[in-house]
Nanobody, 125 residues
Framework: QVHVVESGGGLVQAGGSLRLSCAAS????????MGWFRQAAGKERDFVAA????????YYADSVKGRFTISRDNAKNMVYLQMNTLKPEDTAAYYC??????????????????WGQGTQVTVSS
């Protein structure tokens, strides 16, 4: 079992920045591939970013590419999502997800077994 907890959400003006943090425990963190997803009100959950077990490889949704950065610190069992130049359309609940079975990067929600409770990000115009 893996316990995932996000933090760092909040209210920010358009053009601002936020950094989301995600702590994962229960298994050796370096064996977990990690991802961030988001779900806006009334919409389906969307992929945001993914990072490999070593942190060397990352992948982003086109909508956030160049603005968001995913990173991890395996010594601290943490993964981060640095969000810059935020836009109102980035408003959503952001979820961190963990998986230890798959290979490479997980780009779909179905590839992840463990999820956090979510943290709300609201970007005002």
């Amino acid at each position: 079992q893996v316990h995932v907890v996000e933090s760092g959400g909040g209210l920010v003006q358009a053009g601002g920045s936020l950094r989301l943090s995600c702590a994962a425990s229960g298994r050796t963190f370096s064996l977990l591939r990690m991802g961030w997803f988001r779900q806006a009100a009334g919409k389906e959950r969307d992929f945001v970013a993914a990072i490999s077990r070593t942190g060397v490889t990352t992948y982003y949704a086109d909508s956030v590419k160049g603005r968001f950065t995913i990173s991890r610190d395996n010594a601290k069992n943490m993964v981060y999502l640095q969000m810059n130049t935020l836009k109102p359309e980035d408003t959503a609940a952001y979820y961190c997800a963990a998986d230890f079975r798959g290979y490479g990067l997980g780009l779909k929600g179905s590839e992840y077994d463990y999820w956090g409770q979510g943290t709300q990000v609201t970007v005002s115009s």
